[in-house]
């Protein structure tokens, strides 16, 4: 079975540039989080979804940031514009109906703004 | 805000000898989960404990969540370099699946 599915798995640009993450769940799970992980913070929880309603969005840390979740096979993250501060490993992970259920994550975007 | 803090942040041992890492809270979770991580890969589930004095084995690993659901610790018995990597705990309150992590244990076994 795919797992989660991130691209691209790694992306260099310029600071001030729109940035455009993606993410496909594994099939059948409903709920959605996106991360962001740095040597400094760790992992990070920016949002998550459920059922494609954003739930929590508390750890998005400025306007620049902004998730969708247009259906339930995708979703994406967006900076724009981005700053050489948001360079960092950015993970998308799915679970199946929120409770104890284990989180299965991407391999991640490995993000760099120069 | 809810915390876990994880100790020790980096260990580096040699092939063989036994480690703990532990993983502390104030606030009392429904579950723990632990997570191992390697270069340029997303976390993987190890296990969940979810009852309170809980023990579950994973071959040369041993979890244990502490009776009042605050804390928990992972010992790894004769470690060896496949063991090399990030540890993550992972506290789920009952808020729709929301996990807190914790910052992590960067684990090197040399050979």
């Known amino acids: 079975d795919a797992g989660v599915i991130q691209s691209p798995r790694h992306e260099v640009t310029e600071m001030g540039q729109e940035v455009t993450l993606r993410c496909k769940p594994i099939?059948?799970?409903?709920?959605l989080f996106w991360y962001r992980q740095t040597m400094m913070r760790g992992l990070e929880l920016l949002i998550y979804?459920?059922?494609?309603?954003?739930?929590?969005d508390s750890g998005m840390p400025e306007d620049r940031f902004s998730a969708k979740m247009p259906n339930a096979s995708f979703s994406t993250l967006k900076i724009q514009p981005s700053e050489p501060r948001d360079s960092a490993v950015y993970f998308c992970?799915?679970?199946?109906?929120?409770?104890?259920?284990?989180?299965?994550f991407g391999d991640g975007t490995r993000l760099s703004i120069l | 805000t809810q915390l876990l803090e994880q100790s020790p942040q980096f260990l580096s041992i040699q092939e063989g000898e036994n480690l703990t890492v532990y993983c502390n809270s104030s606030?009392?979770?429904?579950?723990l989960q632990w997570y191992r991580q390697e270069p340029g890969e997303g976390p993987v589930l190890l296990v969940t404990?979810?009852?309170?004095?809980e023990v579950k084995k994973l071959k040369r690993l041993t979890f244990q969540f502490g009776d009042a659901r605050k804390d928990s610790s992972l010992h790894i018995t004769a470690a060896q370099p496949g063991d090399t990597g990030l540890y993550l705990c992972?506290?789920?309150?009952?808020?729709?699946?929301?996990?807190?992590f914790g910052q992590g244990t960067e684990l090197s076994v040399k050979p």
């Open positions: 992970a799915s679970s199946s109906s929120p409770g104890n259920q284990p989180q299965h």
């Open positions: 099939s059948g799970h409903n709920s």
């Open positions: 979804f459920n059922n494609n309603v954003p739930i929590d």
């Open positions: 606030s009392v979770f429904s579950s």
């Open positions: 404990v979810v009852t309170g004095g």
């Open positions: 992972a506290g789920d309150n009952n808020q729709g699946g929301k996990l807190i």
